[in-house]
């Protein structure tokens, strides 16, 4: 198996060396940036969709024992509609400013979106949750009680859209570096790097 895939790494560096000559060098860039573009594109539509789905989830984000979530009432003030594209994803939602009283007494003025709350929860109390990140428990995430296995399931979503972000740019830099040198002279600077 060793032996097969250095062979089949060098069937496709030749494939894919004489395309890009038969395109010519300017077409033959012009596709890699395309590529490059079009990975771009389809990874922002994924990560669209993917924050599409975590939107559905009213909760605070605590998926694990620390920081707990403390009891709390909101009051929905005002709300005005995001969409059909925001940072809530596709579709149409609602962002709210509620007042947050707290029972220890404080009271909090927070904007929350991903239609948490609704105009149809103004005028009554509304069941919330605060659960506090980072140094000095210093930010505060506003919602609604969940059930914990949705939380976990947000989180490994998340991951995933990291990982999908990461791998994308890592796609779109390999595009981009294969227009600037060209496709053969990007393979002989790869095989440089290897042979050293």
């Known amino acids: 198996?060793?032996?097969?895939?250095?062979?089949?790494?060098?069937?496709?560096?030749?494939?894919?060396?004489?395309?890009?000559?038969?395109?010519?060098?300017?077409?033959?860039r012009l596709r890699e940036l395309l590529t490059g573009v079009a990975v771009l594109a389809a990874m922002m539509v994924i990560n669209l969709l993917l924050t599409t789905l975590v939107a559905f989830y009213p909760g605070t984000g605590v998926v694990k024992s620390s920081?707990?979530?403390?009891?709390?009432?909101?009051?929905?003030?005002?709300?005005?509609?995001?969409g059909p594209v925001s940072t809530n994803g596709f579709g149409y939602w609602w962002e709210c400013n509620v007042t947050v009283r707290m029972t220890d007494g404080r009271t909090v003025e927070t904007t929350v979106n991903h239609s948490v709350v609704t105009?149809?929860?103004?005028?009554?109390?509304?069941?919330?949750?605060?659960?506090?990140?980072?140094?000095?428990?210093?930010?505060?995430?506003?919602?609604r009680p969940t059930w914990l296995l949705w939380g976990i399931g947000v989180s490994i979503l998340g991951m995933v859209?990291?990982?999908?972000?990461?791998?994308?740019?890592?796609?779109?830099?390999?595009s981009l570096l294969r227009a600037l040198l060209g496709v053969p002279r990007y393979y002989a600077w790869i095989n440089r790097r290897k042979s050293r």
């Open 119 to 143: 105009p149809d929860d103004q005028g009554r109390p509304v069941e919330f949750r605060e659960a506090c990140f980072g140094a000095n428990n210093t930010r505060c995430h506003y919602g």
């Open 67 to 82: 920081p707990r979530e403390q009891p709390a009432t909101a009051t929905v003030r005002q709300c005005q509609r995001a």
């Open 161 to 174: 859209r990291s990982a999908i972000t990461i791998l994308a740019l890592i796609a779109v830099g390999f």
């Open 1 to 28: 198996m060793s032996d097969a895939r250095p062979g089949l790494y060098e069937k496709l560096q030749r494939d894919q060396s004489a395309a890009y000559l038969r395109r010519g060098p300017i077409w033959g």
